[in-house]
Nanobody, 115 residues
């Protein structure tokens, strides 16, 4: 099993920046892909960005050019640098770790962008 703890959410004005962190513990050797997802009120959870153990990244079109996902394997931590934030980025952001055939989710961290 893998346990995930997110941090770094908060309230920011439009155009501002935040960096989210997700620290993994447990059976970390088995983790392949890690990612960030978000869920806004009344909406389904959606993919924001993923990164594989080899460093390949994938982004939702809505965040390309504004968000950057990175991974520090030595610290077992994945980051999401969010720049040029928009009110529509407001959501609970969740970290996910895939270690086939299982996956784990963090508890989520709130990001609120005011206009």
């Amino acid at each position: 099993q893998v346990q995930l703890v997110e941090s770094g959410g908060g309230l920011v004005q439009a155009g501002g920046s935040l960096r989210l962190s997700c620290a993994a513990s447990g059976s970390i050797f088995s983790i392949n892909t890690m990612g960030w997802y978000r869920q806004a009120p009344g909406k389904q959870r959606e993919l924001v960005a993923t990164i594989t153990s080899g460093g390949s990244t994938n982004y939702a079109d809505s965040v390309k050019g504004r968000f950057t996902i990175s991974r520090d394997n030595a610290k077992n931590t994945v980051y999401l640098q969010m720049n040029s934030l928009k009110p529509e980025d407001t959501a609970v952001y969740y970290c996910k770790a895939d270690y086939w055939p299982l996956s784990s989710w963090g508890q989520g961290t709130q990001v609120t962008v005011s206009s």
